[in-house]
């Protein structure tokens, strides 16, 4: 069975600063996709970055980035110079190699600091 | 329109009543997904629908009962609910899902539901 963790349940970062946001994952499967969403309060989750387990480059996404070391099974989110709306609830996520099954991380909480 | 909408926003409900929660996307998807996110638990699949046919169903009790009437609108039928079942539920969709595919969900505001 496919399992993602996110060892952090909450970060603080400084307003401008740089943060890396942890996720391992779990799983059996050569091919799959690992995938970044924020949820802020209101809810919605809003999808920010996808990495594809054969993608040789690191994905970016603007400010945001996903350090990819397949053989550690870890998908490090980072994201670059923190602005106050980065705060929000932030899920690593993996679907299977069919492709219709997501399983999510617990998610990590950021809080961007003034 | 755009996007993923969800329908009502919040929602409280009696054990006995009988509600129904709506998504529709305006993406051009044809696979829709049911998710629930309770408090401090990861999220969860529920249902997966492909081309308006049910694909997944992820041992979810029979009160929570899918309708998916083709592939812009998608329906969750509840009846005689617990409390437990109180939960923030979220709609997806995606184009459909190729193995080993990069298909993006994308999801709704969500329901946030209160059973007393």
């Known amino acids: 069975a496919q399992k993602i963790t996110q060892t952090q349940p909450g970060m603080f970062v400084q307003e401008k600063e740089a943060v890396t946001l942890d996720c391992t994952y779990d799983?059996?499967?050569?091919?799959?996709?690992l995938f970044w969403y924020k949820q802020p309060s209101s809810g919605e989750m809003i999808f920010l970055i996808y990495?594809?387990?054969?993608?040789?480059q690191n994905a970016t996404e603007g400010r945001y980035s996903l350090n990819f070391q397949k053989a550690r099974k870890s998908a490090n989110l980072v994201i670059s110079a923190s602005q106050l709306g980065d705060s929000a609830m932030y899920f690593c996520?993996?679907?299977?190699?069919?492709?219709?099954?997501?399983?999510f991380g617990p998610g990590t909480r950021l809080s961007v600091l003034p | 329109e755009t996007g993923v909408t969800q329908t009502p926003r919040h929602l409280v409900m009696g054990m006995t009543n009988k509600k129904s929660l709506k998504c529709e996307q305006h993406?051009?998807?044809?696979?829709m997904y049911w998710y629930k996110q309770s408090a401090k638990k990861p999220l969860e699949l529920m249902f997966v629908?492909?081309?308006?046919?049910?694909?997944e169903n992820n041992s979810v009790p029979s009160r929570f009962s899918p309708e998916c009437p083709n592939s812009s609108h998608l329906f969750l039928h509840l009846h005689t609910l617990q409390p437990e079942d109180s939960a923030l539920y979220l709609c997806?969709?995606?184009?459909?899902?190729?193995?080993?595919?990069?298909?993006?969900?994308?999801f709704g505001p969500g329901t946030r539901l209160l059973v007393l």
């Open positions: 997806a969709s995606s184009q459909s899902p190729t193995v080993g595919g990069s298909e993006t969900q994308y």
């Open positions: 799983t059996s499967d050569q091919s799959y996709g």
């Open positions: 990495q594809g387990s054969y993608d040789e």
């Open positions: 996520a993996m679907r299977d190699n069919y492709g219709q099954n997501f399983v």
């Open positions: 993406l051009g998807h044809n696979a």
């Open positions: 629908y492909n081309f308006k046919e049910q694909t």
